[in-house]
């Protein structure tokens, strides 16, 4: 009887057992259904998601500079006031050039920065980056024609009187050594070669050909500095970024710097020895045009500091409108003083080393310190950026500064700055660079960005090679490029499931561990 009791109660567990696992097979298929009858969103388009930047506001510039900004931006159907901005700084600081620099430290003032920046607007064709850009370029170009090329018709026909002068004491000097007087013959050509050496070159800010060759012999002439301005940044950057051009490469670096100096040597022509080069970038490149420079940068195939001479980068994805408005006659009046003031420095040949004001230098003792404690707390790439942020901000308070004196001073021919860089200029080129940064976030995040767009791209097209109701396991198992490892699988499925391509479902409990599966959006099929 005892027997036959136990071997009931046993019958009677195997068959609990099995309606368990059949209740439990029946819940799961029945969750199965009820989430696949869930009403499902339509997917969304699948495009990178980039860190937000800092917007441009008035605390970051000079009035006269923010207002003209926002003026001119506004003219070309609201475009990016950002794009306006980043080229007059970098045209101000052209024109300025080896005129004036800033040794911003209390006690060091060994450590002096000049001004050359570099400067590229990003954003793909509809958002008027040419015309933008251009803003700054035709300030230069004015004070140009106002300024410069006055000065370069008299410098061209004192030339002409100097080089007639050379001739005929070279003449005279050849005289004497057929006489046979040596002496005489060495102190004229001596008086020959000092006037030459006083012959000014032609001054011309701006150039487009950008040949090694050329900007040298460009510099030459030009030896407070110049701008290289490409309305497409794309050509002259993939040469310069070449495996075969390192030399060119290596030129453009040194020259960023505003006071290296520089020989070249050619067969074909004299020698040429700069005792410093000073060169500015100006251009606009669309999104997809600058891979191949961060690629190599972040491969360390070409981290050899380039990258961080663009220092004034902007990324924009502003929202145009059609707008119909002239320019403030006020305001371009007053750029364009301004603008003159700064080309004046080199013709009346001021040369100054500016200080920050007592007020300042306290800020700046403040900040400096500060910013190294955040560079190093960021990674490698952002710290490379980070690392030329002192002499940055250092040479946006000089421009700041010299564009404030420039606005009040009347007389742009009699311009001589303080040589002082006050509270105000310094706070603004500390705010303004916070706007950069957030720009160099932006745009450092495109190439991973962008390869994480190419990898869920990819995982939408071979879902249909994965079950009805998949596993992550089973996408690993797959090893698809970008998807080898379960934390890239994991977050692919995230970003899927967040645009609405998959939903994820727990079917049922073991322990305490959930069995986790992946529909798929019946839409995708459709």
């Given at each position: 009887?005892?027997?036959?009791?136990?071997?009931?109660?046993?019958?009677?567990?195997?068959?609990?057992?099995?309606?368990?696992?059949?209740?439990?097979?029946?819940?799961?298929?029945?969750?199965?259904?009820?989430?696949?009858?869930?009403?499902?969103?339509?997917?969304?388009?699948?495009?990178?998601?980039?860190?937000?930047?800092?917007?441009?506001?008035?605390?970051?510039?000079?009035?006269?500079?923010?207002?003209y900004s926002k003026d001119q931006a506004y003219r070309f159907n609201d475009a990016s006031s950002e794009f306006v901005v980043s080229s007059i700084i970098t045209c101000a600081s052209a024109l300025i050039g080896a005129s004036?620099?800033?040794?911003?430290?209390?006690?060091?003032?060994?450590?002096?920065?000049?001004?050359?920046?570099?400067?590229?607007?990003?954003?793909?064709?509809?958002?008027?980056?040419?015309?933008?850009?251009?803003?700054?370029?035709?300030?230069?170009?004015?004070?140009?024609?106002?300024?410069?090329?006055?000065?370069?018709?008299?410098?061209?026909?004192?030339?002409?009187?100097?080089?007639?002068?050379?001739?005929?004491?070279?003449?005279?000097?050849?005289?004497?050594?057929?006489?046979?007087?040596?002496?005489?013959?060495?102190?004229?050509?001596?008086?020959?070669?000092?006037?030459?050496?006083?012959?000014?070159?032609?001054?011309?800010?701006?150039?487009?050909?950008?040949?090694?060759?050329?900007?040298?012999?460009?510099?030459?002439?030009?030896?407070?500095?110049?701008?290289?301005?490409?309305?497409?940044?794309?050509?002259?950057?993939?040469?310069?970024?070449?495996?075969?051009?390192?030399?060119?490469?290596?030129?453009?670096?040194?020259?960023?710097?505003?006071?290296?100096?520089?020989?070249?040597?050619?067969?074909?022509?004299?020698?040429?020895?700069?005792?410093?080069?000073?060169?500015?970038?100006?251009?606009?490149?669309?999104?997809?045009?600058?891979?191949?420079?961060?690629?190599?940068?972040?491969?360390?195939?070409?981290?050899?500091?380039?990258?961080?001479?663009?220092?004034?980068?902007?990324?924009?994805?502003?929202?145009?409108?059609?707008?119909?408005?002239?320019?403030?006659?006020?305001?371009?009046?007053?750029?364009e003083h301004i603008f003159c003031c700064l080309a004046s420095l080199k013709e009346q040949n001021i040369n100054i080393c500016a200080n920050f004001t007592p007020e300042a230098q306290l800020v700046w003792n403040q900040w400096a310190p500060e910013?190294?404690?955040?560079?190093?707390?960021?990674?490698?790439?952002?710290?490379?950026?980070?690392?030329?942020?002192?002499?940055?901000?250092?040479?946006?308070?000089?421009?700041?500064?010299?564009?404030?004196?420039?606005?009040?001073?009347?007389?742009?021919?009699?311009?001589?700055?303080?040589?002082?860089?006050?509270?105000?200029?310094?706070?603004?080129?500390?705010?303004?660079?916070?706007?950069?940064?957030?720009?160099?976030?932006?745009?450092?995040?495109?190439?991973?960005?962008?390869?994480?767009?190419?990898?869920?791209?990819?995982?939408?097209?071979?879902?249909?090679?994965?079950?009805?109701?998949?596993?992550?396991?089973?996408?690993?198992?797959?090893?698809?490029?970008?998807?080898?490892?379960?934390?890239?699988?994991?977050?692919?499925?995230?970003?899927?499931?967040?645009?609405?391509?998959?939903?994820?479902?727990?079917?049922?409990?073991?322990?305490?561990?959930?069995?986790?599966?992946?529909?798929?959006?019946?839409?995708?099929?459709?």
């Amino acid at each position: 009887m005892k027997y036959a009791t136990k071997v009931f109660f046993a019958i009677s567990n195997v068959f609990n057992s099995r309606d368990k696992k059949m209740d439990k097979v029946g819940r799961t298929a029945k969750k199965i259904v009820n989430e696949t009858e869930k009403p499902w969103p339509n997917p969304e388009p699948i495009k990178p998601s980039y860190s937000p930047v800092i917007r441009l506001t008035k605390n970051m510039l000079p009035n006269v500079l923010f207002n003209y900004s926002k003026d001119q931006a506004y003219r070309f159907n609201d475009a990016s006031s950002e794009f306006v901005v980043s080229s007059i700084i970098t045209c101000a600081s052209a024109l300025i050039g080896a005129s004036c620099k800033i040794a911003p430290k209390q006690k060091d003032k060994r450590w002096t920065v000049t001004q050359a920046l570099w400067c590229f607007n990003i954003g793909e064709p509809s958002l008027l980056k040419t015309p933008t850009t251009r803003v700054g370029v035709n300030l230069v170009n004015f004070a140009q024609n106002e300024v410069i090329n006055p000065n370069n018709i008299i410098r061209e026909n004192e030339a002409k009187i100097k080089e007639k002068q050379i001739k005929a004491l070279s003449a005279q000097a050849y005289d004497e050594l057929e006489s046979g007087d040596e002496e005489a013959a060495q102190l004229l050509f001596e008086q020959a070669s000092k006037l030459k050496d006083s012959i000014e070159p032609l001054r011309n800010v701006i150039t487009n050909d950008c040949t090694p060759e050329a900007l040298v012999i460009h510099l030459e002439s030009n030896p407070n500095g110049c701008l290289i301005v490409r309305d497409e940044l794309h050509g002259w950057l993939s040469k310069v970024i070449s495996s075969d051009n390192t030399s060119e490469r290596s030129l453009y670096t040194e020259a960023f710097e505003g006071s290296n100096s520089y020989s070249q040597k050619r067969i074909t022509r004299e020698k040429v020895d700069l005792a410093a080069m000073h060169v500015g970038v100006l251009g606009c490149i669309q999104p997809d045009r600058l891979r191949p420079l961060l690629a190599g940068r972040s491969n360390g195939e070409s981290n050899d500091g380039f990258y961080e001479r663009f220092q004034l980068g902007i990324f924009s994805n502003s929202q145009m409108k059609y707008t119909d408005s002239l320019t403030c006659e006020a305001l371009q009046n007053k750029m364009e003083h301004i603008f003159c003031c700064l080309a004046s420095l080199k013709e009346q040949n001021i040369n100054i080393c500016a200080n920050f004001t007592p007020e300042a230098q306290l800020v700046w003792n403040q900040w400096a310190p500060e910013q190294a404690e955040k560079t190093i707390a960021e990674t490698t790439n952002m710290q490379s950026v980070m690392g030329k942020y002192p002499s940055l901000v250092a040479k946006l308070s000089l421009v700041f500064q010299l564009i404030t004196e420039a606005e009040s001073h009347s007389d742009y021919n009699t311009f001589s700055p303080t040589g002082d860089v006050s509270y105000s200029s310094l706070k603004q080129a500390i705010f303004f660079s916070e706007l950069l940064l957030s720009n160099n976030r932006r745009i450092q995040e495109f190439v991973s960005k962008n390869n994480e767009v190419d990898v869920i791209n990819q995982l939408v097209n071979k879902l249909e090679k994965l079950p009805a109701q998949f596993s992550l396991r089973d996408l690993q198992r797959k090893g698809w490029t970008g998807l080898k490892t379960s934390e890239h699988c994991r977050k692919a499925l995230s970003q899927l499931e967040s645009l609405g391509y998959i939903r994820k479902v727990n079917l049922a409990q073991q322990g305490q561990k959930s069995i986790e599966r992946f529909l798929k959006n019946p839409k995708l099929s459709g």
